[in-house]
Each structure stands twice: as C-alpha cells, then as structure tokens.
C-alpha cells in the first residue's frame, strides 16, 4: 500500500486520528468489516488518498441491525429515564465542544470547505443540534381527549420511539448532518444504525470514539462506513429496521422508497432542490447582492438548498448580476485548510465532472457567463470557480435541474403581478426553499404564502436553527429536520381508551 501523507497544517491530534487504523462502531465495539476490505478516503483539494476505512457489507449491517434490535427490544434505553437520556445527549455535545477544530480541520480536509466556515457553523451547529434535543428529551408527551360520543371512557395518547432506526446521511456537511439525524432519534429512544456517506466518513468515525467515550449503552447507536449499494441498500431494505431517514438526491431517496416496502417501514426523506431567490426592485440591493450571492455560493454551492435560481427585477437586474458576478470573481478557491480560502474544491471528481458538465451545457445551449466558466486553473484538486449565468431560459438543464454546486442562473422578470412571478418560482419538481429581497412587508408576506416551498427566507438565505423545521414539498421529501416538527419522525403515536 502507498504512503499516505496528511496535510501538515493540521493539528497533532487531527493528524494522529487520520493516520490510525479505522474501524467501524457496532454493539460498542470498534470492529473490521467482516470480508476485511477497506476502500480509500481522498483529500479533495489534491486528489490524493489520505486513509482507508472499512468497507461494510450485507454482513456488516445484519450485525449492526441485530445490535441496534437487541438494545431496543431489551428495553434498557427505552426504559430508561428521559432525563438520563437527555444527559448522554447533553454529554456528547460537550465532548465535541472540546474537539470543536479537530472536527473542523476534519471536515476541511475531507470535505473540501474551509476550515474557518466548518469552526464556526458545522461544528457549533451540530454541538447545538445535540442540546437542543436533550431537552426534548423529557418533553415527548401524548394529551388527555375528550370523546365526542360521551364521557363513559378516558381515553388518552402516548408517544412512543419507533424502535430501530436506519440513518443515511450525505457528504455535504458530514458532522451537522450525523447531528441532525441522530440527536432526535435517540431523544425519542429509538437505536440507531447510521451509514455515513463514503466521500467523507472521517468526522462520523471521530464522533463514534466520543459516543463510546459518553457512554451510551452498547447497540444503541452503530456506525458503518461504505457503499450505497453494499451497505445502504441492505440497510434500507433490512427487516427489522422500523424506520429509513434519508438526506441525499430525490434520485437515490425513490430507491429508499422502493427498497422500504418490504416490511412497509416508515420513512423520512431530506432531497435536493433548485431554490429560488426573488429580488423585488424595492429591495436593498447591496444586502440582495450580498445576500443572493451567498445563497449559492455557500458551501460551495453543495446545498440541498442553494438559491440556485435567482429571479431579478429588470429594473435592477444588470445592477445585481453585476454585484453578484463581482463577489464571484473575488472569492479566494484555495484548499479548505489555507487559511486565505474562502470557498475550497467540491468534494470528489464525480461530483467537479457533474458541475463542470452543467457549465458546458448551459454555455450549448445559449447561457452567457458574467463570471466563473468550466475552468479552474488549477492543475489539481476538484476546483470550480463560482459562475454567473445569464441569458437562460426555462428548458436549459441548468434551470430544471439540481447541479448541486457553485452555479446561479440569473433571469429578469418584468411582471408587477406576483401571481405569475410565484408561478415561475414554483415551476419545478423541487420545493424545498425560497428566498425573497423586499423591503414591502405585505408583498414579503404574500409571496412566502404562494411560494411551495418548506422554507421562506425574507431578506436572507441559509439561515438555520435547531428549533427550525426545516425539509421540503414535491420532490424534495418527507417529514421534517430539526425543531419539535422532526420527533414525528422517530416516534408513533398509540391512542389508549378506558372504559369508566
């Protein structure tokens, strides 16, 4: 096997968990795959192998289900007492607090994003998402209802965990989304077996040492790494799991459908999007300029909901695409770990000949570009420059489809009728977010109302918190993340009648 080398501007302690031997986390124990075969992790930003890890199989998810299906079945984390469980979850988000930039600089160098974004958002956002949920914990509650037919019964309802839980997660914000898929899962006490995706498994195998290291019971939560199709199908598709949550593309989220039937197991989706952001000519444009350019180019555009669809007024719309195309060509590409980078590569080469073949379809079809284009400059490493497109139309692939990087299309609009404005907006198969850039409350209002979209941002975009549902209409999923809305998710809710 080659030499494998870490980037030297991570810490000793970053450096030493990437260059230990990896291994997966089931029934509380720190196993191989059971063939033995391990597959490579890949720096993004020089295209080189950084590490190995497992490669989990049919064998491999049949012992973390069975063990998630024991310590749930034997009653010890189900039975045990709320508070108790909100502690764990309370514990564990302090552990990560400690390793907040070991966590970043893992999820720089696996993921590509800049070290500076991942130590203030992934990393507290995820410490956040895990406290939150503690305190949910001890506040899953049925209600006292009053029959209709009379008062000769109490009847009441209860709330309760699902039972095995099936996790699979994607590579855009590895840690944030382990986060979000387990802090409510375990709150409602559910067990959990979570796959992480393959581009990026090395935070989730960090948190897993610190879950061992809170204590959780054994079987409680198990984590694989592998293959969609060697470890995630299985998983999906497995029998005694009670419940699939997914966070991908709409693409592989109808496989999870399909694979799901079998035993009728409930199932969440989070999927892609093609997002708008409306700019009303009334808007405060250098707050739009700043704000739509973020939109997009946040994460490197590797959003599930990145406003990648940017509906301007003409009245300001050469002055927008002008301050947009401008913050385009001023941002820094450099690898996540240089601290000069604000936006790094995309996470893998399928992805950078996924964008870059966007590029040069729409530049086919007619689109202009007024900043970005299909080349980097960069003689290594997954770079793609954040592009402007204009002069697209409805039918070009770069305004149906999901591109899922740093790409806009910019498209004038000169209707005062916002009906058809929303109707443009809500022209795809997407509905997962929106955004709209006014200073007029009422038509802010009434735009977010008509918009099918789960989420609304009025004068900004990719504002999150825990206490926020977020997911989507249409195509884009299932159920809700974050906020009360998600322990729907993980728990059913049992109707109890008593005859007085």
């Known amino acids: 096997m080659a030499t494998l080398t870490v980037d030297p501007r991570v810490s000793g302690a970053t450096a030493e968990f990437v260059s ?16 033995g075969k391990t597959f490579p992790v890949y720096n993004p930003a020089t295209g080189d192998v950084i590490t190995h890890v497992p490669e989990a199989e049919e064998e491999d998810v049949n012992r973390a289900v069975l063990a998630a299906r024991r310590a749930f079945d034997d009653g010890q984390w189900v039975r045990m007492a709320p508070s108790a469980r909100g502690r764990l979850l309370w514990k564990l988000a302090d552990l990560i ?3 907040n930039d070991e966590f970043a600089e893992l999820e720089s160098l696996d993921n590509g994003k800049p070290f500076s974004v991942a130590r203030v958002a992934d990393a507290p956002l995820t410490v956040d998402m895990f406290r939150y949920m503690a305190g949910w914990a001890t506040k899953i509650s049925g209600s006292t209802l009053p029959l209709s037919a009379g008062y000769d019964f109490h009847s009441y309802t209860l709330r309760e965990p699902i039972g095995v839980v099936a996790q699979i997660i994607p590579w855009n914000f590895p840690l944030l989304m382990a986060a979000w898929k387990l802090a409510p899962a375990l709150a409602c006490g559910c067990t959990v077996v979570l ?3 393959e ?9 897993a040492q610190l879950i061992d290291e809170a204590g959780f019971p054994p079987g409680v939560v198990n984590v694989l790494t592998g293959y969609g199709e060697g470890a995630g199908a299985p998983l999906a598709a497995h029998d005694l799991v009670d419940k699939v949550a997914f966070t991908g593309s709409t693409e592989v989220g ?5 694979a799901a039937a079998g035993n009728l197991k409930k199932v969440t989706l989070e999927l892609g999007g093609k997002s708008p952001a409306i700019v009303f000519p009334d808007a405060r444009i250098d707050q739009a300029i700043a704000g739509t350019a973020s939109a997009i180019f946040f994460n490197h555009g590797q959003c599930c909901c990145a406003g990648s669809r940017l509906y301007v007024h003409e009245k300001v719309f050469d002055q927008v695409v002008e301050g947009v195309s401008h913050v385009a060509e001023e941002i820094k590409l450099a690898p996540g770990l240089d601290p000069a980078c604000q936006m790094g590569p995309l996470v893998s080469d399928e992805q950078y000949q996924k964008v870059i073949g966007y590029i040069e379809s729409g530049i086919s079809e007619g ?15 997954y770079f793609v420059r954040p592009t402007v497109l204009t002069n697209t139309n409805p039918g070009m692939k770069v305004v149906q489809e999901e591109i899922f990087g740093p790409v806009v299309c910019a498209v004038p609009f000169s209707d005062e009728d916002v009906d058809r404005i929303v109707k443009r907006a809500n022209d795809t198969v997407y509905g997962l977010a929106a955004s709209v850039w006014t200073q007029n409350l009422s038509l802010a209002h009434k735009v ?17 918190d825990a ?4 997911g989507g209409y249409k195509q884009s999923g299932w159920g809700r993340e974050m906020g009360e809305e998600v322990l729907h998710n993980y728990t059913e809710i049992k109707a109890v009648t008593v005859a007085l």
Not at 20 to 35: E, Q
């Open 254 to 258: 109808k496989l999870i459908v399909k």
């Open 20 to 35: 230990s031997r990896h291994l997966m986390y089931i029934d509380g124990r720190f196993v191989h795959a059971a063939s």
């Open 367 to 381: 689109a202009k570009i007024t900043a970005g284009g299909p080349v980097s400059g960069f003689e290594r490493g």
């Open 97 to 99: 607090e400690q390793n």
């Open 467 to 470: 206490s926020l549902p977020f």
């Open 199 to 207: 581009q990026t498994p090395l935070s989730g195998l960090r948190l």
């Open 448 to 464: 977010a109302r008509s918009l099918r979209a789960g989420t609304v941002w009025v004068n900004c975009h990719n504002v999150f």
């Open 195 to 197: 796959k992480l995706a």
